[in-house]
């Protein structure tokens, strides 16, 4: 199975259960198939807590154009003046816990403007409880024991990421273990995902 | 020149007669034209040394004054003097040398690299500036503005009020000059150079006055100086009482920059010399003058902005920045400048970009005069638009970002370009999105997707002879190492850095909960530049 929603620009949300965990980025950055820029606009938190994204260590070359806010309304409204320029191929987000500004109203907002211009918008939540939202798309996405590395038996291999899909309008729901090569995002079948769980649970003991 | 040639010795022998023989008169040759024309000289002689130290001023860490400091170009020779200050010059650096040399001269002497560039540009807008006195005012070499003055000198009382008024003005700004006023150009050059200070030549006076100076103030090159100098011609005096007949064989076919005679008759006005002043760059200015006092000037930007458009449109230039300035009742001014990333003329777009800030203007008792001016415009052609009216440009990313810039400022909106640099967080540059486009970047397998801003150091728990530490503390988590990948080594850059700036040996490592981290150890053991290596963590993986 590649895709387990329908590749029409909307608002998706994704949280990210360890609020240091860069797979949500990387989750993120293997949905967009743009030659567009991307805007990408981080809270204060965000960025002081996980750093800034980094050129060379993005899985394909993408141009950024970045903003730092202070607030989350200053995200919020950043992400929607982005939204009505066409020449974004993508409008990032990243909000730093539950604020209020963040309610069912604003990605409401955010998700009707996305979609009228067809351009996807992606909200990274940390350290978040995943409260009422309009999000179309919502995603948990936590990174897994890496794939063997072909070469090196002590080293990390292709990262894996646990998805979980745990509501959407459009498509179904569900467990996914996701992987992403630098040219296509594959999702394996929740089963497998249930094994990982199971290994990890074994590895922490 | 170290030779002299047939011609030269002809010249010689016309001097040597002039020597021995009989007294002549003086040749009436050189006797001055008169004219009605007043021209200023303004040398501006430290113009790159006084701008470097009012930005060093500015940024708050200018040099004391006795510190020798220099600006230097490189050059085909390698790096040369460009300019001193006062304490360089006593200690005996001087313009054109190169800097080795100098700083062998005088070890103390603190260098930074010249902008000839935005010197230059600097002595346009002081060029500009400096009208307010005279309008037919233009820039004169690399270090100087001429002005005509005919019949501007009484409106500032008189030529030495003028003159004095000039170079306190100049002072005030941080600059030393030097002036002069003369019926020549070639004379007032010659005179704010070499003169008396302040120099004031009335045309009766103009060879007694011309006479005393050294035969540089012909402005002509080095090599000719060095000549005449040779042939005993060490003023202009000197130059006035040779016949004009033998030093006019020499110099027949010589360029103005090298003819001392063609020099000399500018000087004293019998060869036309014109100022060519170049035109004011256009100013654009819309205002509204209000029958009563407001508080609110939001209602009338739109109509500024597009009478201002309408300017611009017809002058065939864009804004690249505006102001709106508000006249308050009791007298004070405020004004708010917005910016934007590319020449624009689109009159709802600018007013927009005042949205949110025109709170930071304080109405007072209210206003009633309100001007929007574009002080910055460059120029730009009539743009087809498609037929969906949207524009074809790439205008719409770059009015995107004029109004994120405008809400956060300049540092706000940032595009991260790659440079070739070793270090990690040197790699790449966050530049204002403003500045343009950089180049795409290569990516690189092996480099985090997230880089913390700084390193944060973790706290090893179990430490392993070769590789990572197999449990380290980061933010009050244990995080137990499975597998890990490296060390990549970075070594510092020996030119950039501090010595005893220590390597960094990187490891991506995976935790147990599969978290991929980017960690890197400082140093090794034993390499003689501190104490046990401490380890940091500095990106994250996805």
Known sequence: MSRPTPKDATLSEVFSPRAIDAAAVGFVLAHLDTAKPVLWIQDRLSRKETGRPHLRGLPRPIEIIHVDANRPVDVLWAMEEGLRCPAFGAVLGEVWGDPAVLDFTATKRLALRSEAHRIPAWLIRRAATAGLSAARNRWRVASLQSLKHPWDSRAPGAPVWEADLFRSRWGKTGRWVAQYDGTRLTFDHGVEADAYDDQRREAEG | ?542
């Open chain 2, 1 to 542: 020149m170290s030779r002299l040639s047939s011609r030269d010795m002809d010249l010689a022998a016309a001097l040597k007669q002039l020597e021995t023989g009989l007294k002549t008169p003086a040749p009436d040759w050189a006797k001055p034209k008169p004219s009605g024309r007043r021209i200023l000289s303004l040398h501006l002689p430290r113009f790159a040394m006084d701008r470097w130290q009012i930005m060093a001023d500015r940024r708050g860490d200018s040099p004391p004054a006795d510190m020798p400091c220099a600006l230097a170009v490189d050059s085909a020779r390698g790096a040369m003097i460009h300019a001193t200050n006062h304490a360089a010059e006593a200690a005996g650096v001087y313009i054109g040398a190169r800097v080795v040399d100098m700083r062998a001269i005088c070890p103390a002497l603190h260098l930074d690299h010249a902008d000839v560039d935005s010197d230059a540009r600097a002595l346009e807008r002081l060029m500009l500036w400096s009208r307010r006195w005279a309008p037919w005012t233009a820039r004169d070499g690399a270090d100087g503005i001429v002005m005509d003055i005919t019949g501007c000198a009484h409106l500032f009382g008189g030529e030495d009020a003028m003159l004095l008024q000039i170079e306190d003005r100049l002072a005030g700004l941080g600059l030393n000059s030097a002036s002069a006023i003369a019926p020549t150009h070639g004379a007032a050059w010659g005179l704010a150079r070499f003169g008396a200070v302040r120099a004031v030549c009335p045309p009766d006076q103009l060879e007694t006055q011309i006479s005393a100076l050294p035969v540089r103030a012909l402005r002509i090159t080095d090599d000719t100086t060095l000549l005449l100098n040779r042939l005993g011609l060490k003023t202009i005096g000197d130059l006035i009482a040779v016949p004009r007949v033998p030093l006019a064989r020499r110099f027949a076919r010589a360029p103005l920059v090298e003819n001392p005679l063609m020099r000399l008759d500018q000087m004293v006005g019998k060869l036309a010399e014109p100022l060519d002043a170049p035109d004011d760059p256009p100013r654009f200015i819309t205002h509204a003058r209000l029958p009563e006092p407001v508080q609110d000037p939001t209602e009338w930007i739109p109509q500024l902005a597009q009478d201002l458009c309408a300017d611009l449109e017809a002058a065939g230039f864009g804004a690249r920045r505006i102001t709106l300035t508000v006249y308050r009742t009791d007298g004070d001014v405020s004004s708010v400048t917005v910016a934007t990333s590319q020449p624009s003329r689109d009159a709802a777009h600018l007013a927009k970009l005042f949205d949110g800030k025109l709170d930071r203007i304080d109405p007072g008792y209210g206003f009633d005069l309100i001007t929007l001016a574009a002080p910055f415009v460059e120029q730009m052609g009539k743009l087809q638009h498609r037929l969906d009216r949207r524009a074809t440009d790439g205008s719409e990313l770059a009015q995107t970002i004029d109004r994120l810039t405008a809400r956060f400022g300049p540092r706000g909106v940032l595009r991260p370009a790659p440079l070739e640099r070793h270090i990690p967080e040197r790699s790449e540059q966050w530049r204002p999105a403003m500045a343009g486009t950089p180049d795409p970047a290569a990516t690189h397998p092996r480099r985090p997707i997230r880089l913390l801003e700084h390193p944060e150091e973790i706290r090893v728990l179990y430490a392993v002879p070769e590789g990572p530490p197999a449990q380290f503390v980061w933010r009050r988590q244990v995080h137990r190492v499975g597998r890990f990948d490296g060390p990549e080594r970075i070594a510092p850059e020996w030119w950039a850095d501090k010595p005893g700036t220590r390597l960094r040996d990187y490891y991506k490592v995976e935790d147990q909960h599969g978290l991929r981290l980017w960690i890197y150890r400082e140093g090794v053991l034993g390499d003689l530049r501190g104490a046990e290596p401490r380890w940091f963590l500095h990106g994250l993986f996805a």
